[in-house]
């Protein structure tokens, strides 16, 4: 099963920042905050992961709370074609560890 | 990012006869491959791990007798529906990371199969 929780939908004006919540309060120290996004029909694409520190990439910031229990994907100018499906995971950081998707957030961006 | 390309896109085929899927990483050595089924308005669904040169892990409920699955190279996996049936019609998808800590897995842009 999968060890996140997110909010089934959310909706952001075009232009805004896009704030993406995530729980998942019982990660372990070895596991890492994975996001992916599924546009519809695709497969899906790698935005950004976490450990333990803040990230940031040309596609989105990564914040996670001091004690690890969640954390928030931030878009920072959000466009049309960031509407998609939103998954955090949480994986072990070991090679063997899988990439288990949750139901994650439905992102509407809106003109 | 890391390519990996998936092949056919979509596919077609009758009752009963069987379906190979391929997945290559291009431009980097996938030590790991993933298979993952979705069937429409719900999530990913982990099938199988398949490790470079050895038989692959399947997850519970996988029978992995019907979905055959071949990781003969590092840049390739292969996935087989055998006796395929209405049911079995989804979108299936693989990923392929490198070998690592904390390497972020690249996924295919996924085959719609059809059984009819």
């Known amino acids: 099963d999968a060890k996140t929780t997110q909010p089934p939908s959310m909706d952001c004006a075009e232009g805004r920042a896009a704030n993406l919540p995530c729980n998942h309060s019982?990660?372990?120290?070895?596991?890492?905050v994975y996001w992916y996004r599924q546009i519809h029909s695709q497969g899906p694409q790698y935005i950004i992961h976490?450990?333990?520190n803040n990230e940031t990439n040309e596609m989105a910031s990564l914040i996670i709370t001091e004690d690890r229990k969640s954390s928030t994907l931030i878009l920072p100018h959000a466009t049309l074609r960031d509407t998609a499906v939103y998954y955090c995971?949480?994986?072990?950081?070991?090679?063997?560890?899988?990439?288990?998707f949750g139901k994650g957030t439905k992102l509407s961006v809106k003109p | 990012g890391a390519v990996v390309s998936q092949h056919p896109s979509w596919v077609i085929c009758k009752s009963g006869t069987s379906v190979k899927i391929e997945c290559r990483s291009l431009?980097?050595?996938?030590?790991?491959m993933f298979w993952y089924r979705q069937f429409p308005k719900q999530s990913l669904m982990l099938m199988a791990t398949s490790n470079e040169g050895s038989k692959a892990t399947y997850e519970q409920g996988v029978e992995k007798d019907k979905f055959l699955i071949n990781h003969a190279s590092l840049t390739l996996s292969t996935l087989t529906v055998t006796s395929a049936h209405p049911e079995d019609s989804s979108f299936y998808i693989c990923?392929?990371?490198?070998?690592?800590?904390?390497?972020?897995?690249?996924f295919g842009q996924g085959t719609r199969l059809t059984v009819v």
């Open positions: 976490g450990l333990k």
């Open positions: 990923s392929a990371r490198w070998a690592g800590v904390d390497t972020e897995a690249f």
């Open positions: 995971i949480v994986r072990y950081g070991g090679s063997q560890g899988n990439l288990i």
């Open positions: 431009d980097f050595q996938a030590t790991t």
């Open positions: 019982t990660i372990s120290g070895n596991e890492y």
